[in-house]
């Protein structure tokens, strides 16, 4: 296929994302197959660095971290795969920890699980009387200081105390 051109491509999914493809492309003044590109693009700029066989290791973490719990549910990424995916073909300095990548994984699956094992690793911050969402937005938070301070060198919260892990 020359590189300038587009491909048709058959898709499957279910009635309910494509009714609100529809109104999405309604409400955009655009076509579906628009609302269908663009969703495309954007998750493949998200996950880009997985599409590079060369990327192993700590410098997957931002990847996985940002796109969270939505990549890990989406495709069903348990430890052993997640494991597989960042580590395999990885210099043994630049491999993520397993129990980082339980913790991950765990995130993805179990957020009660992973609220409690990262209260583990980090020191407590307040929280009594929280809200699930909020709960669970400062357990991402943390989550994403956490492995940023640690795998990136940055703290991309600002708090200096995670920072000093």
């Known amino acids: 296929m020359p590189s300038g051109r587009k491909q048709a491509i058959s898709l499957r999914i279910s009635a ?18 628009d609302v269908v590109r663009f969703a495309l693009k954007i998750m493949l700029e998200r996950l880009g660095p997985l599409c590079d066989q060369e990327v192993r290791g700590r410098a997957l ?3 996985i971290v940002e796109a969270g719990r939505d990549i890990l549910q989406h495709f069903d990424l348990d430890f ?39 209260t583990r690793i980090l020191p407590r911050t307040g929280g009594a009387g929280r809200r699930a969402p909020e709960m669970e937005e400062q357990l991402n938070d943390r989550l994403r200081s956490y492995f940023y301070a640690k795998y990136a060198g940055t703290d991309c919260s600002g708090d200096a105390a995670v920072a000093a892990e």
């Open 80 to 118: 052993t795969r997640l494991e597989e995916i960042v580590n395999s073909g990885a210099d043994k300095h630049e491999e993520v920890e397993p129990e980082d990548l339980q913790l991950l994984a765990a995130a993805g699956i179990q957020q009660t699980y992973a609220r409690l094992k990262l």
């Open 16 to 33: 309910a994302d494509l009714r609100k493809v529809k109104k999405l492309a309604e409400r955009l003044g655009a076509r579906d197959s």
């Open 61 to 63: 973490v931002p990847v």
